[in-house]
């Protein structure tokens, strides 16, 4: 493991510094920040209960100790680690730290559930939603937009209707990528999910370039509102219901993505690229299950 030099930060000093890293991240969401500020927390607990300097065999005791003492998931853990290194950053760009120690420390491979639904089902689901109402319209493009062009449902949720560009180059979807002061990103569009976000939108009729791009639907009518990640879940559990107790989370959708993407002769690196993973862990997840689904019959 790459040698560090020790650095030691007094206990008051890494409060101050945990809750100005807190302030910084001002701009995310509340859940995202309820769980890096827990992160952080245990961080300046290990740190006080031990001689801890921010060296990577540190962070290494820090992870064991969030299993063997704080009794937590391998998934809390590697998201406190997430949240460690993000703090380490900034501690490098403050000047307190030369280099972040906590890169160089993986978290603990997860246990991923294998999908047994095969892409032309997916796919078949999909293209059957019924697209009279603006209901079916609406979720016909946000699961297009996930399925054919690997957005996130957060990226969509978030997504204003002037961050949806169209022009004789094709379509792009401008996104803001999770983490603290980066630039906006652009997705771009397929031919089909375009013209499904185009019926979606003109069904809505008079709308202005600020408005959420995807809303809430009641009584057959678009209101202002913007879709909520519960009420998206709500809304498109029944288009992936396949029976049997066979339903695809809305979450795994950007998996079949993959597939598709593979299938047609993508390389990982290229589909890591499109699909504009910055770590390797959900990366690691997709691939895993894109093999299982590849590997389906039918």
Known sequence: MEKFPATTIPE????????????TMRHAKKSTRHVYKKALDQLVLFAKADTFQFTPDNFVAFRLWLFNQKKLSKNTVNVYLTASRRFCDYLVELGVLQKNPAWSVHGTAQEFKIFKIKLTDVARAISKIDRDSILGKRDFAFLSAIFESGASIRELIEADISDFKRDDKGSTLRVKPRGVRVKFEMIAVSESTTSAIND????????????????????????????????????????MDFGDKRTVRLDSLRTYCAVRLMSRGKSSDEVRSIMRFKSNMPFRKILYNAKAVAGLKG
């Open 12 to 23: 008051n000093q890494l409060q101050t510094l945990a809750h100005q890293f807190d302030g």
């Open 200 to 239: 979606y939108l003109y069904s809505r009729g008079a709308i202005e370039a600020n408005e959420p791009l995807f809303v809430t639907i009641r009584g057959g009518k678009a209101m202002r509102t913007r879709l909520s990640l519960r009420g998206v879940r709500f809304a498109m559990r029944r288009r």
